[in-house]
């Protein structure tokens, strides 16, 4: 299995900028797909962004497509989600995710989770 560990979450203005790390180990950290998913207050979880084991390919919601740049380093077994112009409407726990499989797609299943790290995002 794999554990991960986000980090980097905290509270910004409008137009600001944050990013977020996210900490794996356990089994090879080239061998899954990983992404980021973010749950506001009252709402479902839903997708921001998944990169497949190479970190060539990267699929984003488009509600941050343009503003949102996930990375990762093997070397390092981190994965890094930059977050520029950031809205009000960002505010929300953010969780990474990781899946067994190598590919930069949203869909499921995804096999781990880390706990979530809260970006808040005042107006």
């Known amino acids: 299995q794999v554990q991960l560990a986000e980090s980097g979450g905290g509270l910004v203005q409008a137009g600001d900028s944050l990013r977020l790390s996210c900490a794996a180990s356990?089994?090879?950290?080239?061998?899954?797909?990983l992404g980021w998913f973010r749950q506001a207050p009252g709402k479902e979880r839903e997708f921001v962004v998944c990169i497949n084991w190479r970190g060539d390919s990267t699929y984003y919601a488009d509600s941050v497509k343009g503003r949102f740049t996930l990375s990762r380093d093997n070397a390092k077994n981190t994965v890094y989600l930059q977050m520029n112009r950031l809205k009000p409407e960002d505010t929300a726990v953010y969780y990474c995710a990781a899946k067994n499989s190598p590919l930069a797609t949203p869909r499921g299943p995804w096999d781990y989770w880390g706990q979530g790290t809260q970006v808040t995002v005042s107006s």
């Open positions: 356990g089994r090879t950290f080239s061998s899954y797909g």
